[in-house]
């Protein structure tokens, strides 16, 4: 895990000690809202329906110990006892009050966190494969190249007022935990023909009004001019982006008017006409980057005498390692996912004291390490097989073992109405009804792998353009109705979905999504996966499982 | 008159403004003058033989490429900001200091705040016409709020990779 330097630390003080400067001016009258709304933006603070929102920063899902124990002590001391993970792997407090966030943010401050670029026209907090450093599928550690990308955009003086906002994901992983062609840069690392390590470059990926999925546009970029690369083409995004129609401002519509052809070639001209010098890190700071990225891992035996026991005979635990636990490239050890989904709650929603319990998890057996992931989940990434038992025992007792990971009841959902000005309707009570329609855990397991997003408007922070299951909340005239796609992926066969029918009211929905499972289990061969056979049918018997009363 | 704050060396000074900003639809005055793409293109080379000094006002769908075979003989850059949130001035900038390596003065004008002096200045931006009234002190003090920066840019300042040099 990579830690500040005296640099890293120094900077983030001084944005804070910026911020309440200009904290105390608002509060003084010496600037209305009006003027304040940008200053605040850039540190991450909303207003929102009740209140101020607060969104931290989590760059590239990475979290130690003392920073989730710190999250855990914000939320419990300012806001209502619990904190919201979101799809870009951030923390949301939404009961936050103006006067207290100078000290927020000196308290982040205190654990190398901080809320710079959580909002704004801006490049946002990386994302990466939850998964880095401890699966064997990938090349390199992507957060080396993250980390990279974190400081490059900190304050860029060039691309601080982009057309609109600017999100980044990257793997080094063969499988895509990371939905990268759902950004607006999509960066997986590749191996080419001689051997060196080079970047696939997507861009103009992005959900919301009108969604896309990023084309390629450079198959193989060397690793060492990832960020002049990057200038490039935020340069010609800044430059020709649309300003005269927010809707249209985001880069996918740039390089779609374009064609990703033509906009490819004025990034490689524009890549051309640039000194690599400029922007690209000289090997000695990707060294020192590297070197907080190189976790040891003691020699184990593969399988754990203890673990077999425990497994033979407790089958809620053998389920829970079917479900939650997954391959660690060091024998001996193993990811273990933690889902924030128990049928009933909130997705994403933790308490201060769940946190706590994960924060001591993760410092006792996980290294020190704790990710988020962008399906609003947690996970322990390198925990010994002789301690998943204890693990397990720990997070059950606080109901964070739940044992639904990819399935039917492990929906994301944004906020939505609950608490979002922009939202057209609720989305956490219709994940709510779904996932307890499934929360035996054997009909869960049974229906398999089964992704459903809800978002409660078209800015589709929920990501429903991409579930297999997507819901999103649509206004008629006053009324919450939801609108259903199909077959959408986010992995990396990425697919938007295709649209069911006509919208349902709120109370039809959660029936819905059972006539669908009822459909797929009828028509499933073999193994196959929800979306597998919904490939295989399409679309018409789900259609008309749903909409049969209105004939 | 607006305010003309000039940063060199990273001390800002309230100076003298020798230049007349000129419509297009206005007369042209005697002495040094700020004028419009268009009106530099059609009448830039006689004021230039009339050995005033001349600058150009970009605005923000203008791109400085246009100007990359007149920029020696240019006192003045004056980039206009519609908006402050409209952020392309800051690639413009950086370009005529960076590719071009234009040496006159580089202004801001229009919708110019003491929240975006730092990234302006980064970008190469040496002259300023606030817009909100800050005095030179503020305009200084926020240019240099950061001890660190983290890109090398158009200023002089050692970003954080080169302070960390070799270790």
Same mark, same amino acid.
């Given at each position: 895990?990579?830690?500040?330097?005296?640099?890293?630390?120094?900077?983030?003080?001084?944005?804070?000690?910026?911020?309440?400067?200009?904290?105390?001016?608002?509060?003084?009258?010496?600037?209305?809202?009006?003027?304040?709304?940008?200053?605040?933006?850039?540190?991450?603070? &909303?207003?929102?329906?009740?209140?101020?929102?607060?969104?931290?920063?989590?760059?590239?899902?990475?979290?130690?110990?003392?920073?989730?124990?710190?999250?855990?002590?914000?939320?419990?001391?300012?806001?209502?006892?619990?904190?919201?993970?979101?799809?870009?792997?951030?923390?949301?407090?939404?009961?936050?009050?103006?006067?207290?966030?100078?000290?927020?943010?000196d308290?982040?401050?205190?654990?190398?966190?901080?809320?710079?670029?959580?909002?704004?026209?801006?490049?946002?907090?990386?994302?990466?494969?939850?998964?880095?450093?401890?699966?064997?599928?990938?090349?390199?550690?992507?957060?080396?190249?993250?980390?990279?990308?974190?400081?490059?955009?900190?304050?860029?003086?060039?691309?601080?007022?982009?057309?609109?906002?600017?999100?980044?994901?990257?793997?080094?992983?063969?499988?895509?935990?990371?939905?990268?062609?759902?950004?607006?840069?999509?960066l997986?690392l590749?191996?080419?023909?001689d051997?060196e390590?080079?970047?696939?470059?997507?861009?103009?990926?992005?959900?919301?009004?009108?969604p896309?999925?990023?084309?390629?546009?450079?198959?193989?970029?060397?690793?060492?001019?990832?960020?002049? &690369?990057?200038?490039?083409?935020?340069?010609?995004?800044?430059?020709?982006?649309?300003?005269?129609?927010?809707?249209?401002?985001?880069i996918?519509?740039?390089?779609?008017?374009?064609?990703?052809?033509?906009?490819a070639r004025?990034?490689?001209?524009?890549?051309?006409?640039?000194?690599?010098?400029?922007?690209?890190?000289?090997?000695?700071?990707?060294?020192?980057?590297?070197?907080?990225?190189?976790?040891?891992?003691?020699?184990?035996p593969?399988?754990?005498?203890?673990?077999?026991?425990?497994?033979?005979?407790?089958?809620?635990?053998?389920?829970?390692?079917?479900?939650?636990?997954?391959?660690?490239?060091?024998?001996?050890?193993?990811?273990?996912?933690?889902?924030?989904?128990?049928?009933?709650?909130?997705p994403?929603?933790?308490?201060?004291?769940?946190?706590?319990?994960?924060?001591?998890?993760?410092?006792?057996?996980?290294?020190?390490?704790?990710?988020?992931?962008?399906?609003?989940?947690?996970?322990?990434?390198?925990?010994?097989?002789?301690?998943?038992?204890?693990?397990?025992?720990?997070?059950?007792?606080?109901?964070?073992?739940?044992?639904?990971?990819?399935?039917?009841?492990?929906?994301?959902?944004?906020?939505?109405?609950?608490?979002?000005?922009?939202?057209?309707a609720?989305?956490i009570?219709i994940?709510?009804?779904?996932?307890?329609?499934?929360?035996?855990?054997?009909?869960?397991?049974?229906?398999?792998?089964?992704?459903?997003?809800?978002?409660?408007?078209?800015?589709?922070?929920?990501?429903?353009?991409?579930?297999?299951?997507?819901?999103?909340?649509?206004?008629?005239?006053?009324?919450?109705?939801?609108?259903?796609?199909?077959?959408?992926?986010?992995?990396?066969?990425?697919?938007?979905?295709?649209m069911?029918?006509?919208?349902?009211?709120?109370?039809?929905?959660?029936?819905?999504?059972?006539?669908?499972?009822?459909?797929?289990?009828?028509?499933?061969?073999?193994?196959?996966?929800?979306?597998?056979?919904?490939?295989?049918?399409?679309?018409a018997?789900?259609?008309?499982?749903?909409?049969?009363?209105?004939? | 008159?607006?305010?003309?704050?000039?940063?060199?060396?990273?001390?800002?000074?309230?100076?003298?403004?020798?230049?007349?900003?000129?419509?297009d639809?206005e007369?042209?005055?005697?002495?040094?003058?700020?004028?419009?793409?268009?009106?530099?293109?059609?009448e830039?080379?006689?004021?230039?033989?009339?050995?005033?000094?001349?600058?150009?006002?970009?605005?923000?769908d203008?791109?400085?490429?246009?100007?990359?075979?007149?920029?020696?003989?240019?006192a003045?850059?004056?980039?206009?900001?519609?908006?402050?949130?409209?952020?392309?001035?800051?690639?413009?900038?950086?370009?005529?200091?960076?590719?071009?390596?234009?040496?006159?003065?580089?202004?801001?004008?229009?919708?110019?705040?003491?929240?975006?002096?730092?990234?302006?200045?980064?970008?190469?931006?040496?002259?300023?016409?606030?817009?909100?009234?800050?005095?030179?002190?503020?305009?200084?003090?926020?240019?240099?709020?950061?001890?660190?920066?983290?890109?090398?840019?158009?200023?002089?300042?050692?970003?954080?990779?080169?302070?960390?040099?070799?270790?």
């Amino acid at each position: 895990m990579y830690h500040y330097d005296a640099i890293d630390k120094e900077f983030v003080a001084d944005r804070a000690a910026e911020f309440r400067a200009q904290v105390a001016r608002r509060l003084a009258g010496e600037i209305n809202e009006d003027q304040f709304k940008p200053i605040r933006l850039m540190n991450g603070l &909303y207003l929102q329906l009740h209140a101020y929102m607060l969104r931290i920063a989590i760059p590239y899902g990475t979290l130690t110990s003392a920073k989730l124990h710190k999250l855990a002590y914000i939320a419990r001391t300012y806001d209502k006892d619990y904190g919201h993970f979101t799809t870009r792997t951030n923390l949301q407090l939404h009961w936050i009050k103006l006067k207290d966030a100078p000290e927020i943010l000196d308290h982040l401050a205190e654990v190398e966190m901080h809320s710079m670029q959580t909002s704004g026209n801006v490049i946002r907090n990386v994302t990466a494969d939850p998964y880095a450093g401890a699966t064997a599928d990938e090349l390199d550690d992507p957060r080396v190249w993250s980390e990279a990308i974190r400081q490059w955009s900190t304050l860029h003086p060039e691309f601080s007022f982009l057309p609109r906002k600017f999100k980044i994901a990257v793997t080094a992983a063969v499988k895509d935990r990371a939905a990268t062609r759902i950004y607006d840069i999509g960066l997986a690392l590749r191996r080419g023909r001689d051997g060196e390590l080079g970047f696939e470059v997507m861009v103009g990926g992005g959900l919301g009004r009108t969604p896309y999925l990023a084309p390629t546009i450079r198959e193989f970029l060397p690793t060492r001019h990832l960020l002049s &690369y990057l200038e490039a083409i935020l340069r010609v995004y800044n430059r020709h982006g649309r300003r005269d129609n927010v809707w249209k401002a985001r880069i996918k519509v740039l390089v779609a008017s374009l064609g990703a052809e033509e906009f490819a070639r004025q990034v490689e001209e524009e890549w051309g006409k640039l000194k690599p010098s400029v922007a690209d890190l000289p090997d000695h700071e990707l060294a020192r980057i590297r070197a907080g990225f190189t976790p040891e891992f003691e020699a184990l035996p593969a399988v754990s005498e203890r673990l077999e026991a425990r497994k033979a005979a407790d089958p809620a635990f053998a389920r829970f390692l079917r479900r939650n636990v997954h391959a660690h490239k060091a024998a001996g050890y193993a990811i273990v996912d933690i889902s924030l989904k128990e049928p009933g709650e909130t997705p994403g929603d933790i308490t201060s004291g769940q946190m706590d319990i994960v924060a001591e998890l993760g410092k006792r057996y996980s290294r020190d390490e704790i990710r988020v992931n962008y399906q609003q989940n947690l996970l322990l990434p390198h925990v010994r097989l002789d301690d998943l038992p204890e693990v397990y025992d720990a997070l059950a007792a606080v109901r964070l073992a739940t044992p639904n990971i990819d399935l039917i009841s492990d929906i994301i959902a944004c906020p939505g109405l609950d608490y979002c000005a922009l939202a057209n309707a609720r989305a956490i009570p219709i994940a709510q009804q779904i996932a307890e329609r499934f929360a035996d855990p054997a009909l869960a397991e049974d229906v398999g792998e089964f992704r459903i997003k809800i978002s409660g408007c078209i800015n589709a922070c929920g990501h429903h353009h991409v579930g297999n299951i997507g819901i999103l909340g649509v206004d008629k005239k006053g009324e919450e109705f939801y609108q259903l796609t199909l077959g959408g992926s986010g992995d990396n066969d990425a697919t938007l979905g295709q649209m069911l029918g006509p919208a349902l009211p709120a109370a039809r929905v959660a029936d819905a999504v059972e006539q669908l499972v009822l459909v797929y289990r009828r028509e499933r061969a073999d193994d196959e996966r929800f979306l597998d056979t919904y490939r295989r049918v399409g679309l018409a018997p789900f259609k008309e499982a749903v909409y049969a009363d209105a004939h | 008159m607006p305010t003309l704050i000039k940063l060199h060396q990273g001390k800002a000074t309230l100076a003298n403004d020798p230049f007349t900003t000129v419509a297009d639809d206005e007369p042209l005055p005697q002495g040094d003058v700020i004028i419009s793409l268009t009106r530099f293109q059609q009448e830039g080379d006689r004021l230039a033989s009339e050995g005033r000094a001349v600058g150009v006002r970009i605005e923000a769908d203008e791109e400085v490429e246009v100007l990359a075979y007149d920029l020696p003989r240019l006192a003045v850059v004056a980039l206009a900001f519609p908006k402050f949130r409209d952020g392309r001035h800051y690639s413009n900038a950086r370009m005529l200091r960076e590719r071009y390596g234009f040496t006159g003065e580089v202004r801001a004008v229009g919708d110019v705040l003491r929240e975006q002096a730092m990234l302006m200045y980064r970008c190469g931006v040496d002259a300023f016409e606030p817009s909100d009234g800050s005095s030179p002190e503020q305009w200084q003090a926020a240019t240099q709020r950061y001890s660190h920066v983290y890109q090398r840019a158009a200023d002089a300042r050692r970003p954080a990779f080169d302070e960390r040099g070799e270790a």
